[in-house]
């Protein structure tokens, strides 16, 4: 069974430039989640789709964060414009009702 | 609000020498706690739920078991193989889930 797929793995931009992150979920999981984790830190949730809607978006900074699920399948997440603190790992998982979450590999943001 | 505690931050053991990893919680509606390994540069990968107290799960040389206040990951006569970052988890009935900020295990040879 294929992974959660992520892209890119790394990305370095400028302080105030927009970037992207892509997630393609394992087949089949309808739940779709976004994390940001910092260095040292856990995990922190930032949306949470079950299909193409969003369940939990609570923690997401809206003025810049912003994320998508087009037909409940791959998913995009974009900052824009970011900021230094903005750096971090960005973390994608699928779950189904029955499963534990599948993390993949992450992309890692450093922002200068 | 959800909190969920890890101790120690930082963990050191020779191989053989076992030890336990603990979880604190407080959450509002218990659905599941959850334990995850994460190697540098990787993403959480699954070991255990628990969700209920008094209930244990095992895998090769860990452990996990749970009380209505927090978890432990046992870890008996480690390997260096073992040395990651531990991390707890804990989702609720409203489906809102938290991570602890993890444990990060060294075993020396």
């Known amino acids: 069974e294929a992974g959660v797929a992520q892209s890119p793995r790394y990305k370095i931009i400028e302080k105030r430039q927009s970037v992207a992150f892509w997630c393609n979920p394992i087949s089949g999981h309808a739940t779709l989640y976004w994390y940001q984790q910092i260095l040292g830190q856990g995990p922190k949730l930032l949306i949470q789709f079950q299909n193409n809607g969003v369940v939990d978006d609570s923690q997401l900074p809206k003025d810049r964060f912003s994320a998508e699920r087009l037909k409940g399948v791959d998913s995009t997440l974009k900052i824009q414009p970011a900021k230094l603190e903005d750096s971090a790992v960005y973390l994608c998982a699928s779950r189904t009702l029955n499963t534990e979450a599948f993390f993949g590999q992450g992309t890692r943001l450093t922002v200068v | 609000e959800d909190q969920v505690t890890q101790s120690p931050e930082a963990l050191r053991l020779q191989e053989g020498e076992s030890s336990s990893l603990n979880c604190s919680y407080t959450?509002?509606?218990?659905?599941?706690l959850f334990w995850y390994r994460q190697d540098p540069g990787k993403g959480p990968e699954f070991l255990f739920t628990l969700y209920s107290a008094g209930e244990e799960k095992e895998k090769e040389r860990l452990k996990a078991t749970l009380t209505k206040k927090e978890s432990f990951l046992h870890i008996t006569a480690p390997k260096p193989e073992d040395s990651a970052t531990y991390l707890c988890?804990?989702?609720?009935?409203?489906?809102?889930?938290?991570f602890g900020d993890g444990t990060t295990l060294t075993v020396k040879p």
């Open positions: 959450v509002s509606g218990l659905r599941g």
């Open positions: 988890a804990v989702a609720t009935n409203a489906g809102k889930s938290t």
